[in-house]
């Protein structure tokens, strides 16, 4: 047994410093608790806001106050020219980046006969085509042997009505994860998803009533409604180099509500 082996690391232990993290949609909710997640194990963190400055710079805030670096840094992520321009003013500002982590994304739901051009091109504009923009300004800037992770979504793999072009976002966002694990293989970039169930979330608030709550509750396997923590431990796992041998997976973090 090696010295190591005989010394555990404790909770403690900074898993990401010197790490320096961008997580989009970081202001609120999942993206926010991720964000705190990754300061927590030590990682600079740049903060991706759209539209609520206030919100990411309350984030910003607690991230200080944990003793991290962070910045809060306004881009539309499905803007190509956003997106570079937001990643080039981490690079001036931090360096290279080491994590990404694709959040941003918007909810809608719409029947068969109710989706217009509008609706589709709103979800797969921030759903697809933000995280392909957001990525590859990212990897001009990436650091070898990082690791992108994309949230996805337990609706990939069920039918609910009214979610058809939501439910597509996420599934076309696991094959991206599949594929660009391959490619990126050979620069020791790890590419991964984490798809939430039914999380506590401003997405969750808008989308279930109250009184479908104790159904959900019912189905899950654990037998409670996930929370931001939940879903930001398991990004800080796939972040750290615990993680390292892992790609090219999608990971279910919804206390078994689809099993």
């Given at each position: 047994m090696t010295l190591t082996q005989q010394q555990p690391k404790t909770a403690n232990t900074k898993r990401l410093a010197?790490?320096?993290?961008?997580?989009?949609?970081?202001?609120?909710?999942?993206?926010a608790a991720i964000a705190l997640r990754l300061a927590e194990e030590g990682a600079t963190v740049a903060v991706n806001y759209n539209s609520n400055k206030s919100a990411a710079d309350k984030v910003v805030r607690q991230i200080t106050e944990l003793g991290s670096k962070a910045v809060a840094l306004q881009a539309n992520v499905s803007s190509e020219e956003e997106s570079v321009r937001l990643v080039e003013e981490i690079g001036r500002t931090f360096g290279k980046i080491d994590i990404l982590v694709n959040n941003a994304g918007v909810h809608e739901t719409a029947l068969v006969d109710q989706i217009t051009p509008e609706h589709f091109d709103h979800l797969f504009g921030v759903n697809v085509k933000g995280v392909i923009a957001t990525t590859v300004a990212a990897l001009k800037n990436f650091a070898d042997g990082g690791r992108i992770i994309n949230i996805s979504s337990g609706a990939a793999r069920v039918s609910f009505p009214g979610m058809s072009v939501y439910s597509a976002t996420k599934a076309a966002l696991d094959t991206l994860t599949r594929i660009w694990a391959q490619e990126?293989?050979?620069?020791?970039?790890?590419?991964?998803?984490?798809?939430?169930?039914?999380?506590?979330?401003?997405?969750?608030?808008?989308?279930?009533?109250?009184?479908?709550?104790?159904?959900?509750?019912?189905?899950?396997?654990?037998?409670?409604?996930?929370?931001?923590?939940?879903?930001?431990?398991?990004?800080?796992?796939?972040?750290?180099?615990?993680?390292?041998?892992?790609?090219?997976?999608?990971?279910?973090?919804?206390?078994?509500?689809?099993?």
């Open positions: 010197g790490k320096v993290a961008l997580v989009t949609g970081g202001s609120r909710g999942i993206g990126l293989g050979a620069r020791r970039i790890t590419v991964n998803g984490v798809a939430p169930g039914t999380t506590v979330s401003d997405m969750y608030h808008a989308a279930i009533a109250p009184e479908l709550e104790q159904t959900f509750i019912d189905k899950t396997a654990l037998g409670r409604i996930g929370q931001p923590d939940d879903i930001a431990a398991v990004v800080a796992f796939l972040a750290s180099d615990e993680g390292g041998w892992v790609t090219g997976q999608t990971i279910a973090a919804d206390g078994g509500i689809n099993i």
